[in-house]
């Protein structure tokens, strides 16, 4: 069954990078997020490999392992990850394998750095956000 939109814009909401834009934001941002259903086994993500998608876990669980071990509890619905991707040609620090057949919201580097292009507002958000998970928690 597929999300409505308020569905996927509750989804975005919860992402840190994006909890600061209205209404309207989020849903350009869900406008270009894709519904996929992968199998259990499937490797989402590889440590060290350059990233071009950020995903939301809708349904299923997927394993988090840094170094070939596993870091962290396992991911479940609602959980993210690969958002530094977005905006970072960086090599992503872990990798993720889904353990249970998943749905999952789908974001490519090049479909949001589209979105950036068309709404730079949102380009503000992001930017406020990264600025703000950044900056020092004392002085």
Known sequence: ???????????IKGVPLFSGASKAQLAEIAAIADEV???????LIKEGD??????????????????????????GPGDFFG????????????????????????VTDRAFRQLLEHSPEIAVVVLTALAERLAPTSI
């Open 37 to 43: 259903d992968l199998p259990a086994g499937r490797t």
């Open 83 to 106: 958002e530094i991707a977005l905006i970072s040609k960086a090599p992503r620090t872990a990798t993720v394998t889904t353990t249970t057949g998943v749905r999952a919201l789908v």
């Open 1 to 11: 069954m597929k999300l409505g939109d308020n569905s996927k814009i509750d989804l």
């Open 50 to 75: 350059s990233g071009r998608e950020f995903f939301i876990l809708i349904d299923g669980t997927a394993d988090v392992t840094q170094g070939g071990k596993q870091i962290g509890r396992m991911m």
